[in-house]
């Protein structure tokens, strides 16, 4: 019987700074978690990107706590070594500081081991630093947030003028200072990221914020090239898996039509004979048994 892995700790991550580079993989169901975590992801993330890859909305906003719950519940299911971080969704944490503390404890309770969060202005820190108080560990996030999307105006380069990048520092520092584990950098320019990463105490993971970071994140659709939607600058693509699923499913549609699918020998099933049918739906009935190959 193979050994269950030993799963990947909160501890462990931060203790991967300057020593190892961390690999992030978001995936959002059993299977994607289970490749994921068998090819030594070191975490996985389900997150609230499943909006856009998975259930075909146009941003994350709409993502529910329950949609959440319910791919977060699938993901823990298929990572025995990885750690599991759950996406806390748009109104979530925004509310007030109880409903975030009961939102984040639900999270653990389906099955992670952290939740993320994004943002760092003074709101968010004590929302955070009240789920840290609970024993529940978080994740950040700063730069681009997509669920700041309209504020921001639209999925764009975050910190590019001095008083911008001066502020992710400053959230940077905020959210290390809090008690985050890792921060997520998204779309920041690669020499603002190195500078967070070489100031905080804690891993930056990167994605669309260069080499520097202490890790890296894709998503599992983008980087096997299943999501056939816009492709961010910042990904590559290692694989090509949708033209393969296509190609597959059109010879399975073709073999049906030309009936050569089912086989008749090797993909079905057969009575033991023709006197058992018989016996079954009367004398009356003829049956031909197929002739044997």
Known sequence: MAETPKRITVPAIRAMKGEKRIGMITAYDYPSAKVADAAGS????????????????????????????????????????AIVVGDMPYL???????????NAGRFIQTGAQAVKVEGGKASRIRAIEAILDAEIPVMGHIGLTPQSVNALGGFKLQGKNLDDARRLVDEALALDQAGCFSIVL????????????????????????????????????????????HQARFVRRYANIADDMR???????????????PDDQ????????????????????????????
């Open 42 to 81: 070191d975490i996985i993330l389900v997150g609230d990107s499943l909006g856009m890859v998975v259930l075909g909305y146009a941003d994350t906003l709409s993502v529910t706590v329950d949609d959440m719950l319910h791919h977060t519940r699938a993901v823990a299911r298929g990572a025995a070594r």
């Open 92 to 102: 979530s944490y925004h509310v007030s500081v109880e409903e975030s503390v009961r």
């Open 186 to 229: 998204e779309c920041v320019p690669s020499e603002l990221a190195a500078m967070i990463t070489e100031r905080v105490s804690i891993p930056t993971i990167g994605i669309g914020a260069g080499p520097s970071c202490d890790g890296q994140v894709l998503v599992f659709h983008d980087l096997l090239g299943i999501y056939d939607g």
């Open 247 to 261: 190609l597959a499913i059109e010879h399975y549609l073709n073999d049906v039509r030309n009936g050569s699918f």
């Open 266 to 293: 090797k993909e079905s099933f057969h009575a033991a004979s023709a006197d058992d049918l018989r016996a079954l739906y009367g004398e009356g009935v003829v049956i031909e048994m197929p002739k044997a190959q």
